[in-house]
């Protein structure tokens, strides 16, 4: 047993053939032990007997020892451990804490895997955060609710790497702006800024029969016990700069002080001194809007926004904002101009953008306040310390007769 003891601290035996080798080991203990073949084997095994002990359990002591060793060995033997340890929690592409992770899968040539595997069959674990609750130093942060919490099994380990290519991890990854409603897959593809060749992954749609509250998914909403878990931080906002050329599928929009969107084409430059493009004016089509699709959008022949002196070629052209606007896909469907996100999600994102950009002017004229005082102040110290230095000479009356 000591041979076999000492080479299991370079190697990993499955179950099935530690007791392969046990099978064997308990024939030779019972010949020499003078047992007959049929003497059961607990008897073996019992301490105040034989005493004798099972691979596998001398297996799950090593590993632990060993992997115990590695965690909190010296700097170089820590280093390499997390490594591996980040290295499978980047291959399944999950938030979780790489000791809680349940490594599947065979891995060739790694010992920590193989080890992680063994005892996570045992429901040994590396991290215990139900008694230490402690999450931030082990887990990715950026979100609440991770998307193996809600994945089939299945599609897993087969969606990782189309997970990991377009960065989503989280549920609020997948949400529109006002983390209520779920984008479409075309809508998502785009706001990554990748192409939306190819169909729709079998691991999104499962995703969608799980958080949809409509199964049809005619309308986009999620489930209400999700709703109350997920805040939605980080918004995706493609500005727009009237310095740099915009491609020709893109349009730019913003909302007026009514929370009224608007929508451009970039055309040509402005002599404004106010406005540096001026571009052609895109409306909705029809009288009722749908939320929860994307709007078609037509040429407006001409409004109270109108700028153009040639008014007979019915087309609009209007100024572009530059201060709270942003350019958002678009394609051609018939005869009408679709952006990739629906009305819901650019009135979400454009009324946000126009706040945030309020509260930075805000806050650039009160910190310019700050500054003008903080001058003010600093020469009037230095004024003072002059005044100071100054010494008041008294002469003498007597002595100036003299």
Same mark, same amino acid.
């Given at each position: ?25 308990? =024939? ?131 969606? =990782? ?242």
């Amino acid at each position: 047993m000591p041979r076999i003891e000492y080479q299991l601290a370079a190697i990993v035996l499955k179950k099935d053939e530690c007791n392969k080798m046990m099978t064997r080991i308990n =024939a030779i203990i019972k010949k020499r032990a003078g047992l007959s073949k049929s003497t059961p084997n607990f008897i073996i095994y019992e301490k105040d007997l034989l005493g004798a002990k099972h691979i596998y359990d001398l297996q799950i002591e090593m590993l632990c020892k060993n992997l115990i060793y590695q965690g909190n060995g010296n700097e170089k033997l820590k280093l390499f451990f997390k490594i591996k340890l980040i290295q499978e929690q980047n291959k399944i592409w999950t938030l979780r804490c790489p000791g809680e992770i349940k490594v599947t899968g065979n891995r060739k040539n790694n010992w920590i895997f193989d080890a992680l595997k063994i005892l996570d069959n045992e429901e040994i674990k590396l991290c215990n955060h139900e008694i230490i609750g402690i999450h931030n130093n082990h887990r990715i942060k950026g979100g609440t609710i991770d998307l193996l919490d809600i994945l089939d099994k299945k599609f897993i380990n087969t969606s =990782a790497a189309s997970r990991k290519s377009k960065d989503i991890m989280f549920i609020e990854d997948l949400l529109e702006a006002d983390g209520i409603n779920m984008l479409k897959w075309k809508h998502l593809i785009k706001e990554k800024g990748l192409n939306t060749k190819g169909r729709i992954p079998k691991w999104f749609k499962n995703i969608e029969s799980t958080l949809l509250e409509d199964k049809e998914g005619i309308s986009r909403k999620i489930k209400n016990n999700y709703i109350s878990v997920i805040q939605k931080k980080n918004i995706n906002i493609n500005y727009f700069d009237e310095n740099e050329k915009i491609s020709k599928n893109q349009i730019i929009t913003w909302n007026d002080l009514n929370e009224f969107p608007l929508f451009v084409e970039d055309r040509k430059k402005s002599f404004s001194k106010h406005y540096k493009r001026i571009g052609r004016h895109l409306i909705m089509d029809g009288d009722e809007y749908d939320l929860h699709n994307s709007p078609n959008l037509i040429p407006c022949e001409g409004c109270f926004r109108n700028i153009g002196k040639k008014k007979e070629k019915k087309e609009c052209l209007i100024y572009i904002n530059n201060d709270f606007s942003r350019k958002i896909e678009k394609r051609k469907e018939n005869e009408f101009i679709k952006p990739y996100e629906t009305l819901n999600n650019i009135l979400k994102k454009n009324t946000w953008l126009r706040n945030q950009m309020e509260e930075e002017r805000v806050d650039t004229a009160f910190n310019k306040r700050i500054e003008i005082i903080k001058k003010i102040k600093k020469n009037n110290n230095i004024l003072k310390k002059k005044k100071k230095k100054k010494k008041k000479i008294i002469i003498d009356p007597l002595l100036s007769q003299k």
